[in-house]
């Protein structure tokens, strides 16, 4: 049997699921002028030349706002699943703690997915 989800409802089940809506919490990043002060001295140590390397080699960037109180900076990268860093600390957080946080972890419902329906470009 094969069950068809809208979109409407997708993001209904996504919102109870985590608990909250992701809608304008999902900003694609494609420039070093997208990042705040955080993102720049954490992640990346205020060094642009280190962004646009993994710009330029991985595509672009996802910022996930106000996730718990932090924000995650998210990047597919070939050979991983997923890069993902807290941009307070600059800690990278593995793919699967990850949508453990967002309660997706056993859903089935990829990051990629989440991406796709909620993020503002």
Known sequence: ???????????????????????????????????????????FGNR???FNHYLNNYGPMYLFSNIHGHNYL?????????????????????YYDFLQMLNLDMTGISLRKIIDEFAEE
Not at 26 to 41: A, D, F, P, R, V
Request: charged share 25%.
């Open 74 to 94: 998210a990047q597919n990268q070939k050979g991983k699943l997923w890069f993902i860093v807290d941009t307070s600390t600059g800690y990278e957080i593995d």
């Open 1 to 43: 049997m094969k069950i068809i989800i809208t979109e409407n409802k997708f993001k209904s089940m996504v919102t109870k699921m985590v608990g909250y809506d992701l809608s304008n919490r999902i900003e694609m990043i494609t420039s070093w002028e997208n990042l705040t002060g955080s993102e720049n001295h954490n992640v």
């Open 48 to 50: 642009k030349d280190v």
